[in-house]
């Protein structure tokens, strides 16, 4: 059964830093792994998807790697803004289409 | 343009009663996909269209719920007898397509549903 863990569960800066989410997974047989972000209130928003003979993905001040054989995946978010307060979710989809979400990681980018 | 729609955004109930959750996709969307988020856990992934067609319905949390998709549009889904614990947030979402490479999820703003 494929289990996904976050890691840290909550991360707090200042405006300007260079921050990595971490992200892990048990079953290496997957399809795609996508990140997305979570406000409160809103719905979620796809942020990077990368296929699973990708290595990464970038968009923006976002990129995203991945190494399937170790189960891992991060989020790395160049020049934090507090407009990228929110939280941060890793899920791992199987040929299945099946989703798996990790728990988040809850993030605040202090001004 | 307009993105995926859910009603209601809000809905209270009493246990024992049945509710109809609709999602509304991106016109053109082949592919619609059901979540829900109970408090303090993660997103659990419950079931996909592609099409009309939902070929896997594993993930639904018990025979309570049942999903339906018409004119591979508009999608409902439906609790029966509701519970205390069906109580979540309700998210739908929708892509072009179900594979790649146009696999994006674009997702809704969520129904809050509370049952009492």
């Known amino acids: 059964k494929q289990e996904v863990t976050q890691i840290p569960a909550a991360l707090s800066v200042p405006e300007g830093e260079n921050l990595v989410l971490n992200c892990s997974f048990t079953?290496?047989?997957?399809?795609?792994l996508q990140w997305f972000r979570q406000d409160p209130g809103k719905g979620l928003t796809s942020l990077l998807l990368?296929?699973?003979?990708?290595r990464e993905q970038t968009s923006g001040r976002l990129n995203a790697s991945l190494d399937k054989s170790s189960g891992r995946s991060t989020l790395y978010i160049a020049a934090s803004q507090p407009g990228d307060s929110a939280t941060y979710l890793c899920?791992?989809?199987?040929?299945?289409?099946?989703?798996?979400f990790g728990p988040g990681t809850r993030l605040s980018v202090l001004p | 343009g307009a993105g995926v729609s859910q009603s209601p955004s809000n809905k209270v109930t009493e246990k024992g009663k049945d509710v109809e959750l609709r999602c509304d996709p991106i016109?053109?969307?082949?592919?619609l996909y059901w979540y829900r988020q109970r408090l303090g856990q993660g997103l659990e992934f419950l079931i996909y269209?592609?099409?009309?067609?939902?070929?896997?319905k594993s993930g639904l949390p018990s025979d309570r719920f049942s999903a339906e998709r018409t004119g591979e549009s508009v999608s409902t889904l439906t609790i029966q007898r509701t519970q205390q614990e069906d109580s979540a947030v309700y998210l739908c979402?929708?892509?072009?397509?179900?594979?790649?490479?146009?696999?994006?999820?674009?997702f809704g703003p969520g129904t809050r549903l509370l049952v009492l």
């Open positions: 990368i296929q699973s003979s990708q």
């Open positions: 016109s053109g969307h082949t592919a």
């Open positions: 899920a791992v989809v199987n040929y299945g289409q099946n989703f798996v």
């Open positions: 979402a929708s892509s072009l397509t179900l594979g790649p490479p146009r696999e994006t999820q674009y």
């Open positions: 079953d290496s047989a997957i399809y795609n």
């Open positions: 269209f592609q099409g009309n067609s939902a070929p896997d």
